[in-house]
């Protein structure tokens, strides 16, 4: 949020900026600048809140995702890894629009996403909300696809902007991709 982007530039001295034209794809990017050490004391700061953010998520949930749905009547349905953010959609609003239209019971088990991919898992195989949450997900997954677009960039890449990393390297001068 506006606050606690606020608060780690004032904190670190960093001038920070979100870019969030992608966030329709899953993700949004990070652009830090100022002295080297603000602009990391600003990225350690901003990683921290994501991986706090993220524990409080997987930690209010009542019920593992992996065992929810986990039943013979439910389906099992594996999707790669890239395409998973696009079908949570930005704060889960792709996710909960295929919940709404179905109908069907959906939670997204991401415990293999190290191995490359992510279990979804859909209430009442062979139902007609199970049908219709399996045709909208395919349907976004091919739309994913058309689109060719490239994952998003490791977080080693840190303040790079989108361009560059398409490019795999600096196109404007502003940021800087990792070398190898």
Known sequence: NRE???????????????????????????????????????????LSRVKDSAAQQSSSSSTSSSSYLARPSDDAVPVEQRFVGYIIGPAGGTLK???????AKIVIDQETREQGYSIIR??????????????????????????????????????????????????????RPPTK
């Open 4 to 46: 606690t982007v606020r608060e780690i530039a004032e904190r670190t001295g960093a001038r920070i900026e979100i870019e969030q034209s992608t966030q329709d794809q899953g993700f949004s990017t990070v652009r830090i600048t100022g002295s080297a050490s603000a602009a990391e004391a600003a990225r350690q700061m901003i």
């Open 97 to 103: 629009q295929i919940k709404e239209l179905s109908g």
């Open 122 to 175: 859909i209430g009442d195989s062979g139902s007609a909300e199970n049908l219709r949450a399996k045709e909208l997900i395919e349907a976004k997954i091919r739309e994913c696809q058309a689109q060719a677009l490239p994952p998003p960039p490791p977080p080693s890449w840190g303040a790079a902007c989108w361009q560059c990393v398409r490019a795999r390297r600096c196109t404007r001068g502003s940021c």
